[in-house]
């Protein structure tokens, strides 16, 4: 049967059996009744609603053969959800980027029965985090746990929105943590866990038993589309990572170690007297990068990053991604089959991706990415994946796709290089640029 990684929504009311004692023998029984009425009341509804104008060819025919005005049309998309207040005073809710993308309107439903309108404060689609805000008195929030002390069986509780049902809790513990390597999703580590989950939980609470948040439910496993107990929630420190550099830049700053790397075949272990065949070979080092400050050198192994085992290329990028800027990474690896170890240190001018404005002003509206390492082989230059329609950048002639491969005559790899020549530009700087399969010049004003 096909499986399916299905990303969803979540909230959970309390299911109370009807009827059941308080006590037995003068034993009360346990019950999760007393943590839920402090935990939900922080836990919210979110529905969100995007607009985009159409053109409808059917419309642009008979307008075209009749002479009529062409009217384009509008193609509204909801989204149902969830969303946790972890700062009641600010009102700053954290939920999934895939709740409230591209969202026009986000409104608010809160437990006492209050709708308010929020305000879109950054989401980072890598890890499917977002920071919304409203503004509103009384409000209760959940105190972030620390994730990291987290264990495989430990009790916990989701709280989320399934189906549009409205709120609904359920219970279960961890099933495993660290997950990686789940096809459709972005930067990966999961916990997770058999709380039942369903369509209509993203971005619901994940809770242990002091009522604490330690995860942002996120996705399902299931070939059938509902729950199969196996749900997934964003580890509660990640999400709290986050949140801080959104609410600080309203968006994620990620850098990059500077290395190219590959799995380790069965033939390159034997080559290299590996016992096994995990952790990356380093295939590239750029100049002046991270790794090559730190010493690493093409033909070196990566077997951990920050203690954490490295399995394969994926691993690798996954928690390169999750690193944050101007923290010290210590990097284990093997050269000519000794082990060593060294550190390396992100600072800003690592990152692997900018928007336009942060590198001239005539780049505005435009975002900027390292090329990815499955095009190096093919491509030279960095990429502009995204670019907003009437932009300064659009206005200048940049379209989305377009690779930068020079600027003022110097050939670029990464961004480090591009915001180097830009601030050191006395002129207006002249950027080459490829696309399909053509060069362009351009002037930048």
Avoid at 172 to 186: C, D, E, P
Avoid at 325 to 345: G, P, V
Wanted: aromatic share 6%; charged share 20%; proline share 3%.
């Amino acid at each position: 049967m096909r499986q399916i990684i299905l990303i969803c929504g979540f909230i959970f009311s309390a299911s109370i059996f009807a009827g059941l004692p308080t006590e037995v023998d003068g034993v009360k029984v346990p019950s999760l009744a007393p943590i839920l009425q402090t935990v939900t009341p922080a836990v919210v509804n979110i529905h969100s609603t995007s607009r985009q104008r159409v053109n409808s060819r059917s419309q642009s025919f008979y307008s075209w053969y009749y002479g009529l005005p062409n009217y384009p049309q509008e193609r509204v998309t909801q989204s149902l959800g969830s969303g946790v207040i972890v700062n009641a005073a600010k009102g700053y809710i954290l939920t999934n980027n895939h709740v409230i993308e591209d969202a026009d309107d986000i409104q608010v439903s809160l437990q006492d029965g209050r709708s308010l309108t929020a305000k879109l404060i950054g989401t980072d689609e890598g890890t499917d985090v977002a920071v919304i805000q409203i503004d509103a008195d009384n409000l209760s929030e959940l105190k972030l746990a620390s994730s990291e002390t987290m264990q495989v069986g430990d009790f916990v509780v989701a709280v989320g929105n399934p189906f549009g049902l409205g709120q609904t809790v359920t219970s279960g513990i961890v099933s495993a943590l660290g997950r990686t390597n789940i096809q459709g999703l972005g930067y990966q580590n999961f916990i997770q866990t058999d709380a039942s989950i369903n369509p209509g939980n993203s971005g619901g609470a994940l809770i242990n038993l002091k009522g604490e948040l330690v995860g942002i439910n996120t996705a399902i496993y299931s070939p059938s589309g509902g729950n199969v107990g196996i749900g997934f929630a964003i580890p509660s420190s990640l999400a709290e990572r986050i949140m801080r550099q959104l609410v600080q830049h309203g968006q994620v700053r990620r850098g990059s170690l500077g290395v190219e790397v590959q799995d380790i075949t069965e033939n390159l272990a034997r080559a290299f007297n590996l016992v096994k065949n995990s952790g990356v070979i380093v295939t590239n080092v750029e100049e002046d990068s991270p790794a090559h400050i730190a010493g690493l050198k093409p033909g070196d192994i990566i077997t951990h990053l920050n203690n954490t085992k490295v399995s394969n290329q994926h691993d690798f990028e996954n928690q390169e991604g999750l690193f944050e800027l101007n923290t010290r990474i210590k990097i284990n690896y093997i050269r000519d089959e000794d082990e060593d170890q060294t550190t390396a240190s992100i600072t800003t001018f690592d990152r692997k991706e900018f928007d336009g404005d942060e590198l001239h002003s005539g780049l505005e509206g435009a975002h900027f990415v390292n090329l990815p390492s499955r095009l190096k082989d093919t491509y030279q230059g960095v990429l502009i994946d995204e670019i907003q329609r009437g932009s300064p950048a659009w206005n200048q002639g940049l379209r989305s796709g377009d690779l930068v491969t020079s600027i003022n005559k110097k050939s670029v790899n990464n961004l480090k290089q591009v915001k180097n020549i830009l601030d050191n530009s006395k002129k207006s700087p002249v950027l080459n640029i490829y696309r399909n399969y053509r060069n362009y010049i351009l002037v930048l004003e």
